[in-house]
């Protein structure tokens, strides 16, 4: 069987690795009503993540599991699903967690999951839309292929295009928050904002964190990123960061399917 590798971080310390080999091992399940909060995010590296808080009493059983576990495995059930078999090589506290996906659609699923059947009946409203009809407050609908909100980003597919933008850009009422939006395009060979063509992704960076607000927002639009050298996508993956890091800044793209800016799992292009 073809290993398949997951690391799962909590509060930032790499404590498991696993290898998906069948073993007489115990599981730990993770329902939705274990978690207060599951979302998804990028990395400085680019690659994507399913990051969350347990309970307190999930946490403290988690806890205990590692600790029974030691130097051993543990199969971790998320929802009825297996997600990973990590070698536990610590006792883990904290109550957050890290898992790293391959895909953003494998950690979108995974949120989504666990944030479905959430018992606050507002937090549920605002993490998995049952219509996929989405309208924003800049004044943009879209009819969605699927739709994610953990209350920080808004993350929703439209023919093709990826869409991960600050949660409170969705209008949800009549008194919705209006924003002016800053688009920046970003191709191949150009980065275009309103204030000229930054030569760099750190001079782009410097203007983000200059120019970005809640009420004026910057979207990252990014028309042809399926054609970009691999060393692009990982400068821009490096430069950009964490998502959380940049509340007031969306992205907006065409991305290869199962693929992200500077994600080592993907296929070099042929020379």
């Not at 909060?37 to 680019?46: E, I």
């Not at 883990?92 to 391959?102: Q, V």
């Not at 395009?185 to 904002?193: N, P, R």
């Not at 910057?218 to 970009?228: F, G, T, Y």
């Amino acid at each position: 069987m073809r290993n398949q590798v997951l690391v799962v971080v909590i509060t930032g310390l790499t404590l498991l690795a696993w290898s998906a080999l069948a073993e007489d091992i115990e599981s730990f399940t993770i329902k939705p009503e274990d978690v207060t909060k599951a979302s998804v995010g990028f990395a400085r590296d680019g690659s994507v993540y399913l990051e969350g808080v347990f309970t307190k009493a999930k946490a403290t059983e988690f806890t205990a599991a590692t600790e029974r576990n030691l130097n051993k495995k543990i199969r971790l059930v998320i929802n009825g699903k297996v997600v990973s078999e990590p070698l536990v090589h610590a006792r883990i506290t904290g109550g957050s967690f890290i898992f790293e996906c391959k895909t953003t659609d494998e950690a979108v699923a995974l949120a989504k999951d666990l944030m479905q059947k959430i018992p606050n009946p507002k937090a549920s409203e605002a993490i998995c839309a049952t219509d996929k009809t989405v309208r924003l407050t800049d004044g943009r609908g879209f009819t969605t292929d699927m739709l994610v909100n953990d209350g920080q980003r808004l993350q929703f597919k439209v023919k093709g295009w990826e869409y991960n933008l600050p949660a409170y850009m969705i209008a949800t009422g009549t008194l919705a928050e209006l924003v002016k939006v800053q688009r920046v395009e970003i191709t191949k060979d150009s980065i275009f904002t309103p204030e000229g063509k930054p030569t760099n992704f750190q001079e782009l960076m410097t203007f983000l964190d200059k120019r970005a607000t809640r009420p004026s927002p910057v979207i990252l639009v990014l028309p042809d990123a399926v054609s970009w050298p691999e060393t692009r996508r990982q400068e821009f993956g490096a430069a950009y960061g964490e998502t959380q890091t940049r509340p007031n800044v969306g992205i907006e793209a065409l991305w290869p399917k199962k693929w992200l800016p500077g994600d080592p799992g993907r296929e070099l292009p042929k020379k």
